[in-house]
């Protein structure tokens, strides 16, 4: 599967952002999805995962409250709503999945096979 994520750029502190994570090449149905953030330099952070069916979320502390995770596989895109932008958000956000089995989800970037190229979020303040 491919995935794709988009809808970065560039806005103030307080304001909105919605990113998506757009799978092809195979349906991510069956597949549990995360996003992470990453700033140069820095290690992948987890941000926020989905459950296969949608029925359950986690997310990190520093985003719970603010990000909204949800995902529709119809569209076979999950989706990302960031409120409340702050500075310390700006970050490359990439989306990640990983087949069914064991735990649901996990905050290591590297127990997801599977990633999509990030989308870049700027606040400014």
């Known amino acids: 599967v491919q995935l794709q994520a988009s809808g970065g750029g560039q806005v103030q502190a307080g304001g909105s952002l919605r990113l998506s994570c757009e799978a092809s090449g195979d349906t991510i149905s069956t597949t549990n999805m995360a996003w992470f953030r990453q700033v140069p330099g820095k290690a992948r952070d987890f941000v926020a995962a989905i459950r296969w069916h949608g029925r359950d979320v986690f997310y990190s502390d520093f985003v719970k409250g603010r990000f909204t995770i949800s995902r529709d596989n119809a569209k076979n895109t999950v989706y990302l709503q960031m409120n409340n932008l702050r500075p310390e958000d700006t970050a490359i956000y990439s989306c990640?999945?990983?087949?069914?089995?064991?735990?649901?989800?996990?905050?290591?970037?590297?127990?997801?096979?599977?990633w999509g190229q990030g989308t870049l979020v700027t606040v400014s303040s």
């Open positions: 990640a999945g990983r087949p069914r089995g064991g735990d649901w989800y996990y905050e290591l970037a590297h127990e997801y096979p599977a």
